[in-house]
């Protein structure tokens, strides 16, 4: 007899759980490799799964619409009929370590076997905690689980370690502020809500999933880096005046049409060559220096809510891969076509506050990232210039450059000599440079 798993899929990297949207298939029906089994729905992006083996679904654990932590069992696959289990029974082992989409597991009389916890079930994000935190297997044998069967939940533990040594957890903090790589007894004490009153004639509009889980990873943010915003002045006029002089005979030239943000691209890949500790991320007390240079860029999507394509490896590609790849992104991102890869991976995100004519903003940080730029709208301004014949007022074009970092990590000096480094780029391109 030999049984497979299908387990939540990883959908990115600071992904930690996804929204069952729909079951292509019911316990009992027949499947091939590559037939879909499932769609999923992050607030980034939505992603149907195939099968990948033939068999026959003995169990499903979770409903449609239900939300569920990755690696979490989804459900059984039988591969080979000779089993004396009935599509009623519940597969037991279901607590052994997820690689993949799946993995192919034999039935075992204990279910963490190996991973020195608790004979029980314990869930992946449970496991994290009480490694984290040290929990004993014993400990957990005591925990009492408030969910089906006795099962230990997420507040169960957290309310448990609170009562043995007060760290101060909340069981009311999202999961992905617990899981996005800080100590846990260092995360803060959520705080009460401010009472809201609804009066007569106010209107209520219920928050859509997409809405509710950006808000939570917007709040899980700032809870977790502590945020700093530097700003500097640009003149960009020689890149401006280049972009209007070359764009038609790019335009012929590469079939494609060219923006700003290539060049905004480009800068700031530069400069995270020169300052490579704005490409990390936090783990614990440990920097994390990224080799790969993975810039995200906060496309529109047609509901109006935001989503980061990454452009991979974008201080190794010339303007016209940048141009080209990102013109791709722009016109997935508006026709929902975005896949999982698309947006996984980033180690920098900038943002472009000048698609609204927006002069400056302050942009919370994309975890496990340690810095997003902002880009705001360029403008003609009057700008004193020195002449061998004394100060003159003439007409520029510029921008405001905005740059919020993750102060644990990245101090004062640091952020504004990059953000500077940025500026100065900007401010020194080639009007003469061949497309």
Known sequence: MSDF???????????QEATLTKWFVKVGDEVKEDDLLFEVATDKVDSEIPSPIDGRILKIFHPENST?????????????????ETEGEIFENHGAEPTGISVQVQKSDNPVAGHGLSAKFISPLVRNIALKESVTAAELENIKGSGVAGRIQKKDILNYLVARDGSGIEAGLPETALTAG???RNEPVEQKKPPVTVGAGDQIIEMDRIRKLIADHMVMSKHVAPHVTSVVEADVTELVLWREKNKDTFAA??????????????????????????????DGDRIILKRDINIGIAVAKPDGNLIVPVIRNADQKNLVGLVRELNR?????????????????????????????????????????VAILATGTIE???AVIELPTGDA??????????????????????GGAFLRRIADILEGFDLNRII
């Open 380 to 382: 003609k301004k009057p």
């Open 68 to 84: 569920v932590p990755v690696g979490e069992l989804l459900a059984i696959v039988r591969i080979d009929e000779g089993g004396s």
């Open 182 to 184: 800080m100590p846990i």
């Open 253 to 282: 030239r590469h079939g494609e049409k060219i923006t700003y943000m290539p060049l905004f691209i480009e800068a700031v890949a530069r400069a995270i060559t020169e300052f490579p500790m704005l490409n990390s991320s936090v």
């Open 329 to 369: 992104y722009a016109s997935n991102a508006r026709e929902n076509k975005l896949s999982p890869d698309d947006i996984r991976s980033g180690t920098f995100t900038i943002t472009n506050f000048g698609t609204f004519r927006n002069l400056i903003g302050t942009p919370i940080i994309n975890q496990p990232q």
């Open 5 to 15: 798993q299908i387990i939540m899929p990883k959908l990115g990297e600071s992904i």
């Open 393 to 414: 007022i003439v007409v520029r074009h510029k921008m405001f450059l905005s740059l919020s970092y993750d102060h644990r990590v990245i101090d004062g000096a640091l």
